[in-house]
Structures are given as structure tokens and as C-alpha cells.
């Protein structure tokens, strides 16, 4: 099974309108963690957002939220007021305890186009 | 200057050639992990070191090396490369419990 699944390969906003991005994990390690990064055009990979999984609440970075359902195994990121410089790929990860040591699960990741 | 720092950006070499991708940071974390990216396939974890005396293999490390010469560095050989180890290599940092970050990638290409 996929550690990471993101079934969304495009998707496309409205400017100032807000859009979810989809993400699902598996993982029996009760001890784990959920990033969300961006890679634009350019290449470089930035960190947006983490979850423990631990963590009551759902983590928020300015207009970036994590819309986190645990007994779902789906860890959405919310974009709010959307904007041009928005448009990248978005990748999911996963950071697990395994046998061998800690191991880390990136998603095929979602493109997002926004749109004037 | 960048903080996680990847050598060379763009790389073009033959088949059967070796070739080291070097990663130097000066954010002071104790891992440190090499990636590669594929299209439509995301990023796969190759190799990571949580300390100078450690190293472990990733998703994917048959056909690759790693070697850490110090905490700030950590890099990557190919010792015949082929032309499927065509992508784009990610070195990223972290501290335990904490996001990891990323180099600005190098691509890798193999003729």
C-alpha cells in the first residue's frame, strides 16, 4: 500500500478563493509526522506546515492550515485567499518509526494553477 | 548564502561515469538525507545520517553511496552511473522531531 496518496495530479483556484489539497497516509507507527511542502517552477523545496500526530489541534501557518482527521488517516491542506505566486506543486510527507529507524514517504504531490 | 548547500546545480556525464554530488549546511542539524526526484513519482528517500558514525539506507539505495565526512556534510556517489539515475537529487537537514530542509536540487543527467 502507498504510505502517501495524493489523488489530486491538478488542480485549479480561483485567485482569493481557498482550495484544499487532498492527502491520505497509512502508517501503524503511532508516533508519526505530517509535512506539507511546496516546490515551485524554480525547483527549490519549502517547508510549509507540520502535524504530530499527536497534536490536538490542527497546525496553522498563516494562510496555510491543516485540516487533520486522524481516524481518517487524511491530512488535508487548506490554502485560503488564494494567490498568483501560489501556483507550485504540493507534496504530502511523512515522517514514520520503523524497524530499521525513521523513514520518510513523500506523495506523487498536486499541481495547483490559480487563476486571475 | 543558502543555508543547505547543493554541488554541482546541473550535472550532464556518460554512462559508467562516477560522479559525486556533494551537500554542505550550516544550519548546525545532525541529520541530513539525500532524495531523488522523478516525474510522477515524487521524492524518494535514497540515503540518511543521523550523525557523523551513521548511516542508513532509504526507499531506494542500490546503485548509490553515501559518505559523511562531517556534520555539515554529507555526500552522494554514484559509482557507474546509468541512465535511469537521471533526476533531480534533493539534499535536505533536520533536528530530531523537526521538518527537514531542503537544498536547491541538482540535476542529474545521464547520457
Known amino acids: 500500500a502507498q504510505k502517501i496518496t495524493q489523488t489530486q495530479p491538478g488542480m485549479f483556484v480561483q485567485e482569493k478563493e481557498a482550495v484544499t489539497l487532498d492527502c491520505t497516509y497509512d502508517?501503524?507507527?503511532?508516533?508519526?509526522?505530517l509535512f506539507w511542502y511546496k516546490q515551485p517552477s524554480s525547483g527549490e523545496m519549502i517547508f510549509l506546515i507540520y502535524?504530530?500526530?499527536?497534536?490536538?489541534q490542527n497546525a496553522t501557518e498563516g494562510r496555510y492550515s491543516l485540516n487533520f482527521q486522524k481516524a481518517r488517516k487524511s491530512a488535508n491542506l487548506v490554502i485560503s485567499a488564494s494567490q498568483l505566486g501560489d501556483s507550485a506543486m504540493y507534496f504530502c510527507?511523512?515522517?514514520?518509526?520503523?524497524?530499521?529507524?525513521?523513514?520518510?514517504?513523500f506523495g506523487t504531490g498536486t499541481s495547483l494553477t490559480v487563476i486571475p | 548564502d543558502a543555508d543547505v548547500t547543493q554541488t554541482p546545480r546541473n550535472r550532464i556525464t556518460k554512462t559508467g561515469k562516477r560522479i559525486m554530488l556533494e551537500c554542505s549546511q550550516t544550519?548546525?542539524?545532525?541529520?541530513m538525507y539525500w532524495y531523488r526526484q522523478d516525474p510522477g513519482l515524487g521524492l524518494r528517500l535514497i540515503y540518511y545520517?543521523?550523525?557523523?558514525?551513521?548511516?542508513n539506507k532509504g526507499e531506494i539505495s542500490d546503485g548509490y553511496s553515501v559518505s559523511r565526512q562531517a556534520q555539515a556534510k554529507f555526500s552522494l556517489s554514484l559509482e557507474s552511473a546509468i541512465p535511469n539515475q537521471t533526476a533531480l537529487y534533493f539534499c535536505?537537514?533536520?533536528?530530531?522531531?523537526?521538518?527537514?530542509?531542503f537544498g536547491d536540487g541538482t540535476r542529474l543527467s545521464i547520457l
Open positions: 535536505a537537514t533536520s533536528m530530531f522531531g523537526q521538518p527537514q530542509h
Open positions: 502508517t501503524s507507527d503511532p508516533s508519526y509526522g
Open positions: 502535524q504530530g500526530s499527536y497534536d490536538q
Open positions: 510527507a511523512m515522517r514514520e518509526r520503523t524497524n530499521t529507524g525513521n523513514q520518510f514517504y
Open positions: 544550519k548546525g542539524h545532525d541529520r
Open positions: 545520517s543521523f550523525d557523523v558514525k551513521d548511516i
